[in-house]
């Protein structure tokens, strides 16, 4: 048994730090690089895409809500046209970038409130997709597992990846709790870790109310901008290594 142990990077902005990547990139096999709308820079991207190549760490685009005040986290409605148009902008410049690095960008992964909305409406999230798929076509998709992204991705005969989140509760229809919500980030290392055990052992996410649904758990996900983030990575990959769990790139998988 296997799975891919991912984090959200390259979140900082000038001479505001956001999260350590240095560090975290020492034990996950795959990141999500901000694009420049909810997060990041142009240097950060390169620093961050770097250090991951060096690292043989998987790259993936990691386009948000043009919304850094609010770090992309907030819902906002916009045309659909005007968000495929964001996000083939956002996926173009991590492409440009890795290029000029020697790099190549894998997969996928929609950031924040974006990422909650298209969980919830297939429609939107197939929109997305298609727009990331028209910038990248051989990209795969990260897709929140057994949700509404992973309807859309399967919908348009995409290379999916199915994520779990490793500091983040569950409703029963498998979406997020709330972060405004008690509960609703995980802070304790050890807990994470064990929780992913028993998630990937599973194969089915275990939400707050005990609800078992059953997936294909092909990645994990640690929030980069978390204090525990380091951590969470690090007691997540240890504890899986030591049930006899490898953790790889994941691969993608379709139909």
């Keep these: 048994m296997q799975v891919d142990l991912n984090a959200d990077m390259g979140e900082s902005f000038g001479p505001w730090t956001m999260g350590d990547d240095a560090a975290l990139l020492h034990t ?67 492409l440009g970038m890795a290029r000029a690095l020697g790099a190549e960008v894998r997969h996928i992964k929609l950031h924040g409130a974006l990422g909650n909305m298209t969980s919830e409406n297939e429609e939107m999230a197939r929109g997305c997709y298609e727009a990331a798929l028209s910038a990248h076509p051989d990209a795969i998709i990260m897709v929140l597992a057994a949700t509404a992204q992973e309807r859309a991705a399967r919908s348009l005969g995409a290379r999916f990846a199915c994520e779990i989140f490793a500091d983040r509760a569950y409703n029963a229809d498998a979406t997020l709790v709330d972060r405004r919500k008690p509960g609703a980030v995980i802070h304790d290392a050890n807990l994470a870790g064990n929780r992913m055990v028993e998630m990937v052992k599973a194969q089915a996410i275990i939400t707050e109310d005990g609800t078992r649904i059953d997936t294909p758990i092909d990645s994990i996900c640690c929030h980069g901008d978390t204090p525990e983030a380091v951590e969470i990575a690090a007691s997540v990959r240890r504890t899986l290594e030591a049930e006899g769990i490898s953790v790889k790139m994941f691969e993608g998988r379709t139909g």
């Design 28 to 94: 996950v096999t795959s990141a999500n690089i901000a694009c420049g709308a909810h997060a990041g820079d142009p240097d950060v991207m390169a620093e961050t895409m770097g250090i991951a190549l060096e690292r043989g760490v998987g790259i993936g685009a990691h386009p948000g809500f043009a919304d850094i005040q609010g770090f992309g986290r907030r819902r906002i409605d916009i045309p659909l046209k005007s968000l495929q148009n964001s996000i083939r902008c956002q996926v173009g410049a991590s």
